[in-house]
């Protein structure tokens, strides 16, 4: 059974912080997605990282695929109050056309 | 806004009843998801559509089942329910099944009484 293990599941930080997310997966996958959450809220795409070694960044978050080690982080920089919300990494391993998210990281940014 | 479309947006019922929870999908998209969220089981797949055809289960119980119609909408069906089913659920759509993001609906909050 595919599992997908976040850690964090909760994290609280100070505004201006350096921190990751982790991202493991138990099987092969070539591809891993970030999704963010708002409390109430539906859940919103991030990223996608289609390749081993793919790097993406949108503002003060950059996410990142080994796929050799099955692992993705989540990295935020400068940490703003806005950030605050629950983070998902999602796996979708080829030929089984399931879509898989992790247990989630909560982030809450203190000001 | 996502362009995927949920309704009803709440949902409240009892023990043993059945429930209907309807879905369409962004123009273009073939692909239907359903996940259900529990603070215990975190964002479970439940199954996976693709221009009508059932692709994918997960963790969905006998009790549920689905179908996307020819117009690409799908229905989640929820029966004899008990209250360990009370969550929020969510369908997303993609246009296939592969290397696409999704994009999630604003969710059914159902309530088991």
């Known amino acids: 059974e595919l599992k997908v293990e976040q850690n964090p599941l909760f994290l609280s930080m100070q505004e201006g912080k350096n921190y990751t997310i982790y991202c493991n997966y138990s099987t092969t996958s070539d591809r891993l997605y970030w999704y963010r959450q708002d409390p109430g809220k539906s859940l919103e795409s991030l990223f996608v990282l289609l390749s081993n070694g793919a790097v993406k960044q949108e503002g003060r978050l950059m996410a990142s695929l080994d796929t050799k080690a099955r692992l993705s982080t989540l990295h935020i920089t400068a940490a703003v109050h806005d950030l605050s919300a629950t983070y998902f990494c999602?796996?979708?391993?080829?030929?089984?056309?399931?879509?898989?998210f992790g247990t989630g990281t909560r982030l809450k940014v203190l000001a | 806004d996502s362009g995927v479309t949920q309704t009803p947006k709440h949902l409240i019922t009892a023990t043993g009843q059945r429930v209907t929870l309807r879905c369409s999908p962004r123009?273009?998209?073939?692909?239907v998801y359903w996940y259900q969220q529990s603070l215990d089981q975190g964002l479970q797949f439940l199954i996976q559509y693709y221009n009508g055809e059932e692709r994918a289960k997960g963790n969905i119980l006998e009790r549920f089942s689905a179908q996307q119609f020819p117009d690409l909408h799908s229905e989640l069906n929820l029966s004899s329910l008990e209250l360990g089913d009370s969550a929020l659920y969510f369908c997303?759509?993609?246009?296939?099944?592969?290397?696409?993001?999704?994009?999630f609906g604003s969710g059914t909050q159902l309530s088991v009484l």
């Open positions: 997303a759509s993609s246009v296939d099944t592969s290397f696409e993001k999704l994009f």
């Open positions: 999602a796996v979708d391993p080829s030929g089984t056309y399931k879509y898989i």
């Open positions: 123009s273009g998209d073939l692909s």
